[in-house]
């Protein structure tokens, strides 16, 4: 069985085909896959879900502007409820799943339930005066695959054509993306080749060949230009700190009540770390402090 390279694993790869005015991004995920899964236990079909939504949130990194983070949501009513995976611009992923434990789950998303959304949220930080960004777009889910719901939402939103393959098995996750550019760019019939193209690669080629052999099989007779690649890693944002903040943001009663047994103890879903405040180290936290005034953030991100 081919493997990708070593380098190529974990990585996400922007390209090119110039002559058919296409733009297209690759991502593959393996020990960052293996990170993601270890942090819980999930049913076939979400576990699934959850890479596929991994390697989108990846994917889209290469497209839009991201200076800070992205992420993908699936709210549902079924027994899925929530299913969300986010990437940085520094590159690093981390995703979870909640769900109705005992209750069968389909990949099908049209069970999820007729008000479920699909949303794509881009959180940019503010630099200098400039005050932070967020951009979100929803799109009601009437596919039953999350690549056709994501080329729904790019349809609606940006009104571009795109093609999308995601693939997943238990050791790991990769994706393809393809977008016509914007305007007249590229030959008469280049995005209709590339699509056509596109149709023919399998799931099993996408997780197996490395990039470069990805690309040379796929579009041979095309010029192919590399815009360039990075690599991508399971990290989580989570502190001390940020626990802290969130703690402030519930007020003194409620957080020294979270205490009452001798030790607050808060766990990150994402990651598993586990952060304890004892009822001394809360004061502290609501303690005057001359001069500084801060508002916590609302909640833990």
């Not at 069970?111 to 959180?123: H, M, R």
């Not at 967020?134 to 795109?162: I, K």
Request: a negative charge; charged letters at 25%.
């Amino acid at each position: 069985m081919t493997q990708p390279a070593a380098d190529d694993r974990d990585a996400l790869t922007r390209f090119l085909l110039q002559e058919a005015g296409v733009r297209g991004v690759r991502v593959h995920l393996e020990e960052t896959w293996r990170q993601i899964r270890a942090r819980a236990e999930y049913p076939a079909a979400i576990e699934e879900l959850l890479g596929e939504a991994c390697a989108a949130a990846a994917l889209f990194t290469g497209h839009a502007k991201v200076d800070g983070r992205l992420s993908v949501q699936l709210r549902g009513e079924g027994p899925l409820r929530t299913l969300f995976a986010e990437c940085t611009a520094a590159g690093t992923l981390r995703a979870i799943a909640q769900y109705e434990e005992g209750m069968p789950v389909s990949r099908d998303l049209r069970e999820l339930g007729e008000n479920a959304l699909l949303v794509i949220t881009i959180e940019n930080p503010g630099i200098g005066e400039r005050e932070p960004a967020r951009y979100q777009g929803m799109v009601a889910l009437e596919s039953d695959a999350l690549a056709d719901a994501f080329e729904a939402y790019f349809r609606q939103s940006e009104q571009l054509p795109t093609r999308l393959l995601l693939a997943v098995d238990h050791q790991r996750v990769a994706g393809l993306m393809l977008q016509k550019l914007p305007g007249d760019a590229g030959d008469e019939d280049g995005w209709t080749r590339a699509c056509a193209l596109f149709d023919t690669l399998t799931p099993r080629e996408l997780l197996e060949w490395p990039a470069e052999t990805l690309l040379r099989r796929l579009f041979p007779e095309d010029t192919i230009e590399v815009m360039g690649s990075r690599p991508l890693r399971f990290a989580c944002s989570c502190s001390r700190e940020r626990v802290a903040s969130m703690l402030q943001s519930l007020g003194e009663e409620e957080a020294m009540a979270a205490a009452a047994g001798g030790v607050a103890e808060i766990r990150c879903e994402f990651c598993g770390q586990q952060y304890r405040f004892d009822p001394e180290q809360i004061g502290a936290l609501f303690a005057p402090r001359p001069g500084l005034e801060a508002q916590p953030p609302a909640r833990l991100q």
